[in-house]
Structures are given as C-alpha cells and as structure tokens.
C-alpha cells in the first residue's frame, strides 16, 4: 500500500470542499480515485461483493451529505472517508445480524458506542467531532514514532510487516509499540469521556 502523496492529499482535500458546495463532478473524481481502496475496506469487513458494493454507495452518499463536516485539520481526507465506509460496513453487518443472529462481542465493543444510525444527525456529528478533536489531543500526546506507527497502522491500513518493512524496524518493536500505543490511547480518551 502506498502512502498518498501531498498533492493527492491536496486533491482530495479540494474535491470534498466541492462535494461540500454541492459539486456533483467532484463527487464523481472523488469516488474515481477513492472508491478501489474503500470497496476493499468494506469487502475485508462484509465479506461479500454484492454487499461490498452497497455499502460503497451508502458511504459516497453520506460523503456528499457531510462534506462540509470534513476539517483537514482533524483527520487526513482518506481517514475521514475510511471511517465513513467502515461506519456503514458495520450498520450493514448489525441490520443483517439485528436480522438472523448477535453480532460477535468483539465487534460490539468496538462500534456500540460509536456507531448507532444509518445517517448522522446534527448531534451525532457534534459528537463525532467532539471524539476527533479528543483523539488528536490524545495522539498528540504519544511519542513521535509511536504515533507514525499507529497512524501508518490504522488510518492507512498498513499491516504490521508492511511497517517493520517500510520504517525498517523489527516486527516486534512494531507490534509493541502498536500495542502499547493503543494501551495509552485507551486510557487518554476514557479519561476525556
């Protein structure tokens, strides 16, 4: 996987100020250079085309709804979309499942507290930015290559030997810095709430 450049983070930045102002052939771009990385985003997390492809298009229209949501200053423009199609892969899977059978525990603790609706509400997006502006203070607080691990891990999906390959560090310093930085995340923003 590769890491965008500035001027695709630009691009990507501009295009959702036009999606914001109503830009349809923003839209359009932004779901041309996008829509390969987030169709295998909900792919790995609803494991069915079909339903992959759904969840791409509930995702573009939330896109185009809350665009001018977006802040360059909280969340890079590809994290701030992920989230999104992560968002709507894990409603899709909790109707499917609210459906036949419970979501695993695991899953549940991860979305309960943060995933509710199908679309955000004025509250809900206060909310979201209230967690955004709380995460940034906590990642703020972690040291500098801890912090790059963490963000290269889980905002632009590397996988641990894709970091130990790319920072040329050992598997394990990785996979302990990952683990530790999570630790200290957890613990900073359960003191902020």
């Known amino acids: 996987m590769t890491i965008p450049d500035d001027n695709t983070q630009a691009l990507l930045i501009d295009l959702l100020s036009r999606v914001a102002q109503g830009d349809e052939l923003a839209l359009k771009q932004l779901y041309d250079l996008t829509s390969g990385r987030f169709y295998g985003l909900a792919l790995r997390i609803v494991r069915a085309g079909e339903l992959a492809e759904d969840v791409l298009q509930e995702s573009y229209l939330s896109i185009w709804r809350s665009a001018a949501d977006y802040r360059a200053s909280l969340s890079p423009p590809l994290a701030?979309?992920?989230?999104?199609?992560?968002?709507?892969?894990?409603?899709l899977l909790r109707r499917r499942t609210g459906e036949r059978v419970q979501l695993t525990d695991s899953l549940d603790e991860l979305t309960e507290d943060t995933l509710e609706g199908d679309s955000p509400d004025p509250a809900q997006c206060a909310d979201a930015s209230q967690q955004a502006q709380a995460l940034h203070r906590c990642l703020a607080q972690l040291k500098g290559p801890q912090r790059e691990v963490l963000?290269?891990?889980?905002?632009?999906?590397?996988s641990h030997g894709d970091l130990a390959e790319q920072l040329k560090l050992p598997l394990g310093t990785i996979k302990s810095w990952i683990r530790r930085g999570l630790e200290q995340l957890r613990l900073c923003m359960g003191a902020l709430h």
């Open 80 to 91: 701030w979309m992920g989230l999104i199609v992560r968002s709507r892969a894990l409603d």
């Open 151 to 158: 963000s290269l891990a889980y905002l632009r999906e590397f």
